[in-house]
């Protein structure tokens, strides 16, 4: 019977001035090339007067854009941080919904060991289900969200958000707003790839017992999660971002 396999750990197909080249890499750059030839052919479609496909796609757009508005409650950012959004919105979408398919841990090629034991090395693996993806996505997010507060409130009034002596219990809250600020870190990265790698391990152990009928109900709420996981990522480093530019408690 064959055995069942699970590594948390990406094997490393070659290495490219010294970046080790890992499946999810390869799945991660899909999704940009994906996502790049969709908007190259949306782009050439568009018409003055627009088909329903435009119609769908602007009226989705523009939904999007207006929510990021409202949160931000000005047109300005608006404009500044919605293509922040909508990158990572669609990125990590595309990423998770690729990695449903069946051709991940499927494509790839056998190598033979020094003990001349066979192995198999995929050429694609759901890049949110390896944390490098989703930290790499984390550290995007919170180097924004912090500049942002820099650029808008500048450095010595954002930096009173989290350093204030007017208190003992002033300076012990602008602490924790520190420690929940590079907390952010975590939760953002370890929330996106707990999901996705324990959705897509609960797949490949279903599918390996019961490989036919049973899997799609689970594949199709995989769906549902991938879209989820993507809407809340963005969602937060909106609200974040949201939060940086905000004037500090208790000044206007």
């Known amino acids: 019977m064959e055995e069942l396999h699970i590594s948390l750990a990406q094997p490393h197909l070659t290495e490219i001035f010294g970046l080790p080249i890992t499946p999810t890499l390869l799945s991660s750059w899909l999704v ?22 435009q119609v769908v796609v602007e009226g989705l757009i523009e939904g999007v854009y207006t929510y990021v508005r409202e949160a931000l409650e000005s047109d300005s950012l608006a404009k500044r941080y919605f293509p922040l959004i909508i990158t990572i919105f669609l990125f990590i979408l595309r990423g998770n919904w690729m990695g449903l398919l069946p051709f991940n841990e499927v494509i790839g090629f056998e190598t033979v060991g020094h003990d001349g034991e066979r192995s198999f090395l995929p050429l694609f693996y759901p890049a949110n289900a390896d944390l490098n993806i989703p930290l790499a996505l984390a550290i995007i997010s919170f180097l924004t969200i912090e500049l942002s507060g820099v650029v808008y409130l500048g450095v010595l009034k954002y930096g009173g958000k989290f350093v204030n002596f007017k208190s003992p219990m002033d300076f012990a809250v602008g602490l924790l707003e520190l ?34 009928l049973l899997p799609l109900p689970f594949i199709a709420f995989e769906v549902f999660v991938g879209f989820m996981q993507a809407a809340i990522f963005a969602m937060l480093t909106l609200f974040f971002i949201k939060l940086a530019v905000s004037e500090p408690h208790g000044e206007h």
């Open 32 to 53: 940009v090339v994906t996502l790049l030839v969709a908007a190259f052919f949306i782009g050439r479609h568009l018409r003055l007067v627009p088909g329903k496909l």
């Open 179 to 212: 420690i929940g600020n590079f907390a952010r870190l975590i939760s953002l990265s370890f929330r996106l790839f707990g999901n996705i790698l324990a959705g897509h391990l609960l797949i490949v152990v279903i599918m390996f017992f019961v490989p036919y």
